[in-house]
């Protein structure tokens, strides 16, 4: 679409653009005369059948990621110290947390403030007029009769993550770059320094991407694969309650836990406990009540499923960004493999164990909505009905001009919201003869259910982990011997995710749409 020609803005095909450009004209009035710019044209409600487009910067929500992950990340650390001052005795240490948090806590309202858009239309129309005052200041000439309205809607755009395929690129290459410097590190003592010397240089590039590519890229993938309408600023909120929700469960494992087992067990075994235990179950249930704040927009299994993936996605960037971060002190080798280990394994872990959790909300609340409207599945009674306030967006892509996205089917593998072009899925998670058959694992109709499967999913990672450690202790193992076992069982753990997580994602795609008939 462009805007209309005489220079001045028009819909065509009953699409406008989000942002007009108006161009301003002095018009000349005959000699001896002089003209008289017409009042500002009050604003009005949009019109209802109004869509919107939006060019398609998958990448730009990429960057408001990044900002967003960091500023919560101060908020988590910092409000922290609040509860914690007030176990140790020391109210100064909360009281400062407090202060502290309050500005990132600012900068994180400022940055979730909701997004308005001013709406300026020229419309032909005979009874109209040829110039208009612009409310903003100057004013439009249009060389036909036209008539001038604008609006200020709410920016609800369409989610548009960056293709999963150029994602995965990027971070393989990092791996690819950070593998050569860990190789060079072991051919010399020249060779170690110059790796070191790389590395330092590449450090804070390389700690940005490790720890947030791979969240992109799962998320991209778990979108497309689901294809359901969705709107950024809501996944956008999903994403942040994830990163929000590392709050109370850094306070349940860090002083909660400690303090209640400490009276029960020794300093030795609270530590062993910590991963199987208390991080399993209160990461979980934490993650699961930010889902259930989303109760409102949950209408079926499946959307169940991308609230609870997202929320999961947004707790593993937040630890992500630690855990990365720790390990790029311990130079290229711990790198590489802490990134590699919790991009393909930890990550989405994190993400399926909690879509899990939503996904038995969903069933749960469709289930508690049919019932309530006598077990006729309409729009209205499952959360659906139509906001005639509520403005269709549709995203285009600048590069070949047409709308992303025209399927809007149920059995859609790829969103309406973001298909772009050269995309492709994951190779790990490409459907598989033997499981394309079998449509994939049972999903969890109950909340209660959800949420064991994730705590018992998650607890079988730490516990595993933790156990082989205890093994190797006790059998007297070398620290080489150690490190190949915990390599050879994580790439175990990591294929178990990936396979079981495949499953998921096919049992959640197949259940049934409120919206389908």
Same mark, same amino acid.
């Given at each position: ?14 699409? *406008? ?53 960091? #500023? ?5 650390e910092l409000i922290f110290l609040v509860p914690y001052g007030l176990a140790l005795g020391e109210p100064t240490m909360s009281i400062c ?18 997004? %308005? ?24 000439? /249009? ?22 395929? /150029? ?9 690819? &770059?950070?593998?050569?410097?860990? @190789? ?16 330092? &240089? ?7 991407? $490790? ?11 778990? /979108? ?34 400690? &303090? ?24 979980? @249930? ?34 992500? %960004? ?21 991009? @393909? ?15 038995? %909300? ?19 009674? #499952? ?35 973001? *298909? ?21 694992l049972p999903t969890p109709k109950h909340p209660i259910i959800g949420l064991l499967l994730a705590m018992? $999913? ?18 007297? %193992? ?30 959640? &795609? ?8």
């Open positions: 679409m462009q805007p209309g020609g005489g220079g001045y803005p028009l819909a065509t095909q009953g699409y *406008q653009m989000p942002t007009v450009q108006a161009q301003q004209v002095a018009g000349s009035a005959p000699l001896g005369h002089t003209y008289v710019m017409p009042e500002v044209t009050p604003l009005s409600p949009p019109p209802e059948d109004l869509q919107l487009i939006r060019l398609s910067k998958p990448w730009k929500i990429y960057g408001r990621m990044l900002g967003t992950v960091i #500023v919560a990340t101060f908020i988590a947390g407090g202060i502290f948090a309050a500005p990132f806590v600012f900068l994180l309202t400022f940055m979730r403030r909701p997004k %308005l858009v001013h709406l300026q239309r020229a419309i032909p129309d005979e009874l109209g007029t040829n110039v208009h005052r612009l409310p903003m200041g100057g004013s439009l000439q /249009t060389p036909t009769k036209t008539r001038f309205s604008h609006h200020i809607v709410r920016d609800d755009s369409l989610l548009d993550t960056p293709p999963s395929r /150029t994602a995965w690129i990027v971070f393989a290459g990092l791996l690819a &770059i950070t593998t050569l410097l860990t @190789i060079l590190y072991f051919t010399s003592e020249a060779g170690a320094i110059i790796a070191i010397l790389l590395f330092i &240089i590449i450090g804070i590039p390389a700690w940005l991407l $490790g720890f947030s590519i791979p969240v992109v890229a799962w998320w991209s993938w778990c /979108t497309r694969r689901l294809g359901l309408h969705t709107r950024q600023r809501e996944a956008e909120s999903w994403l942040v309650a994830g990163m929000l929700s590392a709050i109370p469960a850094l306070t349940i494992n860090s002083m909660i836990f400690p &303090i209640v087992a400490g009276t029960i067990f020794s300093d030795y075994m609270v530590e062993l406990l910590l991963p199987v235990v208390s991080a399993p179950i209160g990461e979980e @249930i934490c993650k699961g009540l930010f889902v259930l704040a989303f109760y409102s927009s949950i209408d079926s299994p499946k959307r169940g499923f991308q609230i609870g993936f997202t929320v999961g996605l947004g707790f593993a960037m937040l630890e992500n %960004l630690i855990y990365i971060l720790s390990s790029a002190f311990g130079g290229p080798i711990a790198f590489t493999m802490t990134a590699l280990v919790r991009g @393909i394994g930890s990550i989405p872990g994190h993400a399926f164990w909690t879509g899990l959790t939503g996904t038995g %909300l969903g069933w749960y609340l469709m289930t508690q909505k049919a019932k309530g409207s006598m077990g006729v599945q309409t729009p209205e009674t #499952v959360g659906e009905k139509k906001d005639v306030a509520q403005l269709d967006w549709k995203l285009l892509d600048p590069k070949s001009g047409e709308f992303v996205g025209e399927d809007e089917s149920n059995s859609a593998v790829v969103a309406p919201a973001t *298909q772009l072009l050269g995309e492709f899925r994951l190779p790990l998670l490409e459907p598989m003869s033997k499981l394309e058959g079998l449509g994939g018992a $999913g998650h607890a079988f990672w730490n516990g595993s982990l933790t156990l082989l450690g205890l093994v190797a202790e006790a059998a007297n %193992l070398s620290e080489f011997q150690i490190g190949i076992i915990f390599v050879i069982w994580s790439a175990v753990l990591v294929t178990g995710i990936l396979l079981i997580g495949w499953g998921i994602i096919r049992g959640v &795609i197949n259940t049934p749409n409120p919206h389908s008939g």
